[in-house]
């Protein structure tokens, strides 16, 4: 399986370091903007691509209006830049749409389930209890923002899977989607967000979605920056399973962290890593 870590969405809030926590010729400013990432994987199987996450789509780029919702857009700031969504990347490697069989949400917040209109003819896989909030009829303001009915009103042919299943490096419920890519529940940020993992050789990656948002949060000295602290306890629906799900992420790294890679959605310095390791 040849593993592919895409940008498929960038976004740059203002706030600078207190978002991203990064330096800047030596100096952590907040008076510029911060830059977070759609970080989505494309694995290339036997029998065809699988997406693991979609980030924004060719429609959320082009005409933003209908499923970005403007008060989003404002705080996110995303470039929406045509060339980073899933669609164009995937071509650039010579594919075409039809050829990605499957995509693997970790959940279906519009960041992350935006690409699917560009993928029709995917089978959608997703945990059932994610799949209910964003279908529900009576969703309140925050979930219409958060699960935008318009990214999936193509009717994907959705597949659910229940957080129930075999155990896994100390996590439990894991479901096998294929003997290479496991899901692994991580509840909190939605009631129905799971992480993905990905067997590549001897090793493992796990995407871990939104469990987290900073690359120094499943760390032995954790810490994560005062503006995204605010926005994870503000977009978080079970926040009790959120931070016992971040202890464990922590604990997984820390016993196993010679086998399994873990890493976030948006975090940039997360994706630049895996990319320069899959260049070398």
């Given at each position: 399986?040849?593993?592919?870590?895409?940008?498929?969405?960038?976004?740059?809030?203002?706030?600078?370091?207190?978002?991203?926590?990064?330096?800047?010729?030596?100096?952590?400013?907040?008076?510029?903007?911060?830059?977070l990432v759609?970080?989505?994987?494309?694995?290339?199987?036997?029998?065809?691509?699988?997406?693991?996450?979609?980030?924004?789509?060719?429609?959320?780029?082009?005409?933003?209006?209908?499923?970005?919702?403007?008060?989003?857009?404002?705080?996110?700031?995303?470039?929406?830049?045509?060339?980073?969504t899933?669609?164009?990347?995937?071509?650039?490697?010579?594919?075409?749409?039809?050829?990605?069989?499957?995509?693997?949400?970790?959940?279906?917040?519009?960041?992350?389930?935006?690409?699917?209109?560009?993928?029709?003819?995917?089978?959608?896989?997703?945990?059932?209890?994610?799949?209910?909030?964003?279908l529900?009829?009576?969703?309140?303001?925050?979930?219409?923002?958060?699960?935008?009915?318009?990214?999936?009103?193509h009717?994907?042919?959705?597949v659910?899977?229940?957080?129930?299943?075999?155990?896994?490096?100390?996590?439990?419920?894991?479901?096998?989607?294929?003997?290479?890519?496991?899901?692994?529940?991580?509840?909190?940020?939605?009631?129905?967000?799971?992480?993905?993992?990905?067997?590549?050789?001897?090793?493992?990656?796990?995407?871990?979605?939104?469990?987290?948002?900073?690359?120094?949060?499943?760390?032995?000295?954790?810490?994560?920056?005062?503006?995204?602290?605010?926005?994870?306890?503000?977009?978080?629906?079970?926040?009790?399973?959120?931070?016992?799900?971040?202890?464990?992420?922590?604990?997984?790294?820390?016993?196993?962290?010679?086998?399994?890679?873990?890493f976030?959605?948006?975090?940039?310095?997360?994706?630049?890593?895996?990319?320069?390791?899959?260049?070398?």
């Open positions: 399986m040849k593993v592919h870590h895409l940008n498929c969405g960038t976004m740059r809030p203002f706030g600078g370091a207190l978002i991203d926590g990064r330096r800047v010729d030596g100096r952590k400013s907040v008076f510029r903007a911060a830059t759609c970080h989505v994987l494309l694995l290339e199987t036997d029998d065809g691509l699988v997406l693991v996450d979609s980030g924004l789509g060719v429609d959320d780029v082009r005409t933003p209006g209908p499923t970005l919702a403007r008060h989003w857009r404002l705080l996110s700031r995303p470039v929406l830049d045509e060339r980073e899933a669609l164009r990347q995937v071509e650039a490697l010579g594919y075409r749409a039809r050829d990605v069989r499957h995509v693997v949400l970790t959940h279906l917040d519009l960041d992350h389930g935006g690409g699917l209109r560009d993928f029709p003819h995917a089978r959608v896989h997703v945990l059932a209890e994610e799949l209910d909030a964003a529900s009829p009576g969703k309140k303001a925050g979930d219409r923002t958060r699960y935008p009915d318009a990214q999936w009103a009717g994907p042919e959705w659910t899977h229940e957080p129930h299943g075999e155990p896994w490096f100390g996590f439990d419920g894991v479901r096998e989607f294929r003997p290479d890519v496991l899901l692994v529940p991580l509840i909190g940020h939605t009631r129905g967000h799971t992480g993905v993992a990905v067997r590549t050789g001897d090793r493992w990656l796990l995407h871990a979605g939104d469990a987290y948002f900073h690359h120094s949060e499943p760390t032995a000295e954790p810490h994560c920056p005062p503006g995204l602290t605010f926005l994870q306890g503000r977009m978080d629906t079970v926040r009790e399973l959120r931070l016992s799900n971040q202890d464990r992420l922590r604990e997984l790294v820390g016993r196993h962290g010679d086998r399994v890679d873990v976030c959605a948006h975090d940039a310095v997360e994706l630049e890593r895996h990319q320069h390791r899959a260049a070398r």
